[in-house]
């Protein structure tokens, strides 16, 4: 079974601050996928990673996956409070299916 | 150029009712995932259909759950006789291709009373 524990799980920070999130894992993924969920809504996809060492840049977010392919971080620069919600880490190994972190909250406070 | 739809948004039952979640996948995919959610967990995936066809159920419970993907029309998580534990955010998911990246539904909150 493959598992992905992410951390830390909750995160309270102000506003200008740098943050990182960790997606780690025992499985190597073939990819690995971040969303971002708010309270009530689903969950909206911010990037997909698929070769190790890869690294993404989405604004003032950047994504980076592991050599090995087994861990990803994310990393949010000057975060604002639109920041604000719950960050998931999802992983595919070949035909199985997506597999999800618990997910780290995070609170941007203006 | 829609997303993917869920209604409704909020269902309440009684144990011992039936639930019936539907999800309408973006336009041009066939593939459909459902996921549920408890309360400051992540998501664990449910069931995988491809029109008319159950690829992977892995995930779903054994008894009272159910899943279908018809030709015509959304598709459809049914729970029979409802249980409290079965109270749950379900989202469902959808993607152009198998192993694509997934698009998700705004989610159906259950409540069983």
């Known amino acids: 079974t493959q598992l992905l524990e992410q951390s830390p799980q909750f995160l309270s920070i102000q506003e200008g601050e740098n943050l990182t999130v960790y997606c780690n894992s025992s499985s190597v993924f073939s990819s690995l996928q971040w969303y971002r969920q708010e309270p009530g809504e689903g969950p909206v996809l911010l990037v997909t990673v698929v070769t190790g060492g890869e690294v993404k840049k989405l604004k003032r977010l950047t994504f980076q996956f592991g050599d090995a392919r087994k861990d990803s971080s994310l990393h949010i620069t000057a975060a604002q409070p639109g920041d604000t919600g719950l960050y998931l880490c999802?992983?595919?190994?070949?035909?199985?299916?997506?597999?999800f972190g618990k997910g780290t909250r995070l609170s941007v406070i203006a | 150029n829609a997303g993917v739809m869920q209604n409704p948004r909020h269902l309440v039952r009684r144990r011992g009712q039936e639930a019936r979640l539907r999800c309408s996948p973006m336009?041009?995919?066939?593939?459909v995932y459902w996921y549920r959610q408890l309360p400051e967990e992540g998501l664990k995936f449910m069931v995988y259909l491809q029109k008319e066809n159950i690829i992977d159920e892995s995930g779903m419970p054994k008894e009272r759950f159910s899943a279908e993907f018809p030709k015509e029309g959304p598709s459809i998580l049914r729970i029979q006789q409802v249980v409290r534990g079965d109270s749950a955010a379900y989202f469902c998911?959808?993607?152009?291709?198998?192993?694509?990246?997934?698009?998700f539904g705004p989610g159906t909150r259950l409540t069983v009373t």
């Open positions: 336009k041009g995919h066939s593939h």
């Open positions: 999802a992983g595919v190994a070949g035909n199985t299916p997506l597999v």
């Open positions: 998911a959808s993607s152009p291709r198998p192993g694509g990246e997934q698009y």
